[in-house]
T-cell receptor
Framework: KAGVTQTPRYLIKTRGQQVTLSCSPI?????VSWYQQTPGQGLQFLFE???????NKGNFPGRFSGRQFSNSRSEMNVSTLELGDSALYLC????????????FGPGTRLTVL | GQQLNQSPQSMFIQEGEDVSMNCTSS?????WLWYKQDPGEGPVLLIA?????ELTSNGRLTAQFGITRKDSFLNISASIPSDVGIYFC???????????FGTGTSLTVIP
């Protein structure tokens, strides 16, 4: 069974731009969560999607948004990029719930210049 | 996710030595998970524990779900250079709809 995939793996953007990241969960998994990882802050929860609905949300500004499609694939969007948005963005999928065992993708490394 | 207390923060060991690390929380957990993360990559699930007292092995790795349900331990026996990386504990507490992560243990294996 294929694992979680994320595209692109690397992105370089400039301040003020926006970016869209994509995540395909493990087949059969319906819950998709997004995390931001930085050296100083560790893994920070962004949001979780299930059945095309945002079910849980972390403490991030509205510039961070996401959506989920009927095939459970998810996208995350960051608008008006700031230097501090540079991070590894990780997607994780689980069967049904945020509290189920989570399997991570390889991540997207975003650098904001 | 909220962070769990994980120790030690870093370890430098000789190849062939055994390694122990642990994770504690003030909350009771239903599941304890251990992940390994290489630089620039996503965490890879090593071991999942679902029951208090459970002891599970995956090759040279052994993890235990503490009987109080507030802690977990990971042991690596006979370490090798490819064990280098950051190890995270994680899991959902039994209250609320959340998923917590440990602060990570950075492991360096000296050949």
């Amino acid at each position: 069974k294929a694992g979680v995939t994320q595209t692109p793996r690397y992105l370089i953007k400039t301040r003020g731009q926006q970016v869209t990241l994509s995540c395909s969960p493990i087949s059969g998994h319906r819950s998709v969560s997004w995390y931001q990882q930085t050296p100083g802050q560790g893994l920070q929860f962004l949001f979780e999607y299930f059945s095309e609905t945002q079910r849980n949300k972390g403490n991030f500004p509205g510039r961070f948004s996401g959506r989920q499609f009927s095939n459970s694939r998810s996208e995350m969007n960051v608008s008006t990029l700031e230097l501090g948005d540079s991070a590894l963005y990780l997607c994780a999928s689980s069967l049904q719930r945020l509290t189920d065992t989570q399997y991570f993708g390889p991540g997207t490394r975003l650098t904001v210049l | 996710g909220q962070q769990l207390n994980q120790s030690p923060q870093s370890m430098f060991i000789q190849e062939g030595e055994d390694v122990s690390m642990n994770c504690t929380s003030s909350s009771i957990f239903n599941t304890w998970l251990w992940y390994k993360q290489d630089p620039g990559e996503g965490p890879v699930l090593l071991i999942a524990l679902y029951k208090a007292g459970e002891l599970t092995s995956n090759g040279r790795l052994t993890a235990q779900f503490g009987i109080t349900r507030k802690d977990s331990f990971l042991n690596i026996s006979a370490s090798i250079p490819s064990d280098v990386g950051i190890y995270f504990c994680a899991g959902p507490p039994n209250t609320g709809n959340q998923f917590y992560f440990g602060t990570g243990t950075s492991l360096t294996v000296i050949p």
